[in-house]
């Protein structure tokens, strides 16, 4: 099994402060994490190479000191480290991301297995997973609570929906999304460590993509943010304080009275 | 499309005016003039800060090609077993509003195993054309079918817009059609407006875990796309005069292809299955101290007819799975009444809560985050409160 696990840094969004009287983002001493959904997927692609062997490639793409996740995942058991890094990748949306990320897998070739997180914690998409599996031609399985078997070239996993969980059996190659439900995701190991940091991380640009500007980073975006600002707050509404019974009466006038008496 | 900042050098006073105004920090004075980094998004917040004219965003390319011929909005529509999804009729009604300032026909693509009387449902609802996809191959959910015509059909038809839920159906679709469209997607939007200006849709949607709002637009490829978060946007009381050209198109046998198979569908129990559509939550946090004080939660949803949900700690504590965790990294619900016990209130679950329409918080502590943005505060020992509900509730639907 030859699997690739895609992951991204992201800001910790717990940290992430809005500037009030600007009305930006601060940025300023945030902490930059590996995307905490990206740990189930990597957990996933480990827990399958240590069942069927093989490797499992980190692949992230983003300016040079994202390469610290990739560093990460080594130490938790991933075999090799991708980082595509460019200037000419600056800005993508999910269309321009998912492209060239597929593109990286495409160089990767032969791949079995594609893993993402359900979504990364800044831009909260989840159309990555997709919109590789759209490029590569493969089929994709997304919202994967559960991997239940990987045996002659096939997937079977559970994917949570509304309302339910569906069993579904695909070919491989194929692109999974991870929810947090799938695993535990271990902690990096000693051996993983040394490892991680004698590591020599493989950088890739557009050029050695071999795609053009206008299928990467901004030029390659359809899509484009035009402004951004702090989400209407709710202003804290009536405080009430009193015996458990009082409470209780008060809570229940306002319960019924919503429509929950009969 | 493609498009650059300009940053005019010779002009530039240094004055920083423009550091301050970009929300991405994306602006510096490097050596007494202004310099951009990669965070620019060409959002044109600077270019419109600076008094000197010493920014440009420099737009060039061939949008009017790739754009022009596209009009209307289509909504992909959902449907068990022929009952067409609140979320579709959410949708239409958006649609509509879109319509008035647009222009263009609203349509529904329903691809199903039975249309029943979903197309009437549907023309009822706000649509003026419905295209009607019916084969018993398109029972359950598969996304490369779903995909194929649905991506057909764009081409054929050409709407400038086109809407599916933010339902784990339609974020599965949805970036598979715009990969390969070449066009852009915003997820989960909760707010859309038409810009007639400019010819585009303004997609809002939050981001960085609900801290803040971002508006999207896709200005250079059609149709824009976007999925739209349940429960945000209000469905049109129907109305059976209204009577939609219905539009039968057979799919392709090799439209039909799957790579993955359904073996089997699971029903998951009521209160997992439906914290997302029910209309009171009852919630559970650290606070609740053990799994089994989580009955006390099941006692009072039961007695409202409600679903009980969970903060994150309570779920990575064990006690209660993680389909019941409500927030950034658990589920977005927007129930009528959301009553939180023993939940502090941070911002991560706060984002998967903030739209219920009354929030209900018991906690003990009157400093906790929770009672700055709640409707009604209780603050007390939730053992004692809950437990006094509970009798209240019967008492009064006993004498009533
Ligand atoms: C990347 C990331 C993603 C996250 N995603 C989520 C998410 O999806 N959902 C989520 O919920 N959290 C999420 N979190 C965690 C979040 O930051 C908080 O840690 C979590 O929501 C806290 O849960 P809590 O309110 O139950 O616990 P606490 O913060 O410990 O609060 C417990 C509250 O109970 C009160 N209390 C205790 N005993 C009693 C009593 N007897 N009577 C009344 N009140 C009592 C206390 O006063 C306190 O306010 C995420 C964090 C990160 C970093
Ligand atoms: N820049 C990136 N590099 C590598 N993987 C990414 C990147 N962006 C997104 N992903 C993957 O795609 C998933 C979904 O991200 P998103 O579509 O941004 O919500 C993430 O959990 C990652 O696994």
Redesign the interface.
Known sequence: MRIVVAMKQV?D??E???DPE????V?DGVPSIMN??DAYALEEGLRWKDALGGEVIALTMG?PQAEAILREAVSMGADQAVLLSD?AF??A???AT??TLAAAVAKLAPVDLVLTGKQA???????????M???LDW?????VGRVLGIEGGRI?VE?????????????LP?VVTV???ANTPRMPSLRGKMKARSLQVTVWTAADLGLPQ?ETG??G???????????E??????????S??E??????D???G????? | MSARLEIRTDVCTGCGLCTSACPFGALSLVDGTASVSDACTLCGACESSCPFGAILIRRTGTVAEGISGYSGTMVIAESREGAIDHSTLELLGAARAIAEAEGGPVSALLITSVAGDGPKVLSEHGADVVVVVEDPALGHYLTEPRAAITRRIITERKPAIVLAAATTTGRDLMPRVAKLLNTGLTADCTSLSFDPGKGCLLQTRPAFGGNIMATIVCEGTRPQMATVRPRVMKALDPDPSRTAEIVRIAPEPGELVSRVRLEGFRVLDEGIADIAEASVIVSGGRGMKTPENFSLLSEIAGLLGGSVGASRAAVDSGWIPYPHQVGQTGKTVQPRTYLACGISGAVQHRVGMQSSDTIIAVNRDETAPIFQFCSEGFVGDLFEILPALAKEIRRRRGSA
């Open positions: 800001p969004t717990a992430v402060r809005i600007r009305n930006t983002l940025r905490p959904f300016p200037r600056a800005g949306d999910t269309w998912s492209h914690i800044d831009g909260d998409t989840a159309q990555t997973g997709p919109g599996a759209a490029t089929p994709q399985l997304t919202f079977r994917r949570y929906v509304e309302g339910g969980v569906e069993t579904l059996d695909s070919s194929a929810l947090k439900d206008s901004l030029e975006s359809p899509t484009r943010v035009v402004r951004i600002a702090t989400p707050s709710r202003s804290g509404g009536e405080i009430h304080r009193g458990p019974e409470l209780a009466a008060i809570l229940a306002i319960l019924l919503e429509g929950g008496g009969e």
